[in-house]
């Protein structure tokens, strides 16, 4: 029964959405697949109650309002993209077009289409994201992916984990959710947003008054909702783990291949980590 409940804590809440779909991998083994569909598909927040009441009502967390995902998949997948095609001599004509921010002019790893997709500032036309690139096929798009899981096989493990309820939590109101995905530095990861906020908090800036409430908030629920993975709690200072050792807001991104392949396991090993801790939580609760 336990081992029934930790693979549960552990499975892939999109296989449900896609099980039916056309082309659907055979295998149930191409989550990066699944993960693009996911991208470029209408169903958002899987996070959320309406996919995961059981479990969530087993955890304790019905009476949760917002939740957030942990570790997000986009960030470091976009990083590894850039490295193999700045690393590949066979793509070095579309070097260019992988890029790190340099945070003046973009603020987000830039790989061809985003996460989404955007407008064309020239024509007005809507261009299609990298995910809707690579389900297209489009041929180029298509190599680039194969070499960058050849590369860092963990992201087609990343790409499974994601949207599991181990790597759901719940959270303060959405404006924490929208400001951990669009802080400047961030990267919608979990440890730099928490310095992030002790940042502020001890700066008297404007925004002080909501951090102060996340702040408090995140110091209150981290054993609560298993979190001692991802910061501390010290005199009434928060302060993230890393994900990679040199990992900082000053030094967000993993830019080289080994910060990307430590980043990596890391983020996986902290999921399998916290489901065998919500685990734990669960049966001395119970």
């Not at 809440?13 to 779909?21: E, G, I, V």
């Not at 082309?23 to 191409?30: A, G, R, S, T």
């Not at 993209?81 to 260019?96: F, G, L, P, Q």
């Not at 921010?101 to 830039?110: C, G, K, L, S, V």
Request: proline share 5%.
């Amino acid at each position: 029964m336990i081992k029934h409940t930790e693979k549960e804590l552990l499975a892939d809440t999109k296989q449900a959405l896609f099980k039916n779909a056309e082309n659907f991998p055979k295998d149930n083994k191409d989550f990066l697949q699944l993960i693009f569909r996911f991208f470029t598909g209408n169903v958002k927040d899987l996070e959320q109650k309406s996919h995961n009441q059981e479990l969530y009502e087993m955890l304790g967390w019905q009476n949760e309002m917002y939740f957030d995902v942990i570790s997000s998949f986009w960030t470091v997948f976009a990083c590894a993209v850039i490295m193999e095609v700045h690393d590949n001599k066979a793509y070095s004509r579309t070097a260019k077009y992988c890029c790190f921010p340099d945070y003046e002019t973009y603020f987000t790893p830039w790989i061809p289409g985003g996460k989404y997709g955007y407008i064309n500032k020239a024509t007005g036309k809507r261009e299609a994201s990298f995910p809707q690139r690579y389900l297209e096929p489009r041929e180029g798009i298509v190599r680039i992916v194969h070499s960058t899981v050849q590369s860092y096989p963990q992201l087609n493990e990343l790409a499974a984990l994601t949207h599991c309820v181990a790597n759901f939590m719940p959270c303060p109101p959405p404006e924490y959710n929208y400001e951990k995905g669009l802080a400047e530095k961030v990267h919608d990861f979990l440890p730099l947003f928490v310095d992030f906020i002790d940042a502020h908090c001890e700066s008297g800036s404007d925004e002080t008054a909501d951090m102060q409430k996340w702040k408090a908030w995140l110091i209150a629920n981290r054993e609560r909702f298993c979190l001692e993975d991802y910061y501390t709690v010290q005199n009434n200072h928060i302060k993230g783990i890393p994900f990679f050792r040199t990992q900082s807001l000053d030094h967000p991104l993993p830019s080289t291949k080994s910060e990307i392949t430590e980043c990596l396991a890391e983020m996986l090993l902290r999921i399998r980590t916290r489901a065998n801790r919500l685990l734990e939580l669960h049966k001395m609760e119970g």
